[in-house]
């Protein structure tokens, strides 16, 4: 498994039937991964659930990968 790396930015893009998602490090590298409507809805679903429960009190960075 690789390191934890600081998120820069995501871009989107429709391809045919699929959404492209392009998530990009602050180093610059580049992971692009299809995913259909379905899923993008289940992961609008996760980070709303996440941005709208209590932060914890000690959180200083991202959560260990699953």
């Known amino acids: ?3 934890i790396k600081i998120l820069a930015r995501i871009l989107t893009a429709r391809v045919g ?8 490090t602050e180093t610059g590298e ?4 299809l ?3 379905d899923q ?3 992961l609008v679903d996760e980070l709303d659930d996440i ?3 209590p932060a914890e009190p ?4 991202p959560p260990a990968a699953a």
């Open 1 to 3: 498994m690789s390191a």
């Open 17 to 24: 039937p699929h959404i492209e998602l392009a998530v990009e």
């Open 30 to 33: 580049v992971l692009k991964v």
């Open 35 to 37: 995913a259909t409507e």
């Open 40 to 42: 993008i809805d289940r």
């Open 51 to 53: 941005l709208n429960s």
């Open 58 to 61: 000690d959180d200083d960075g």
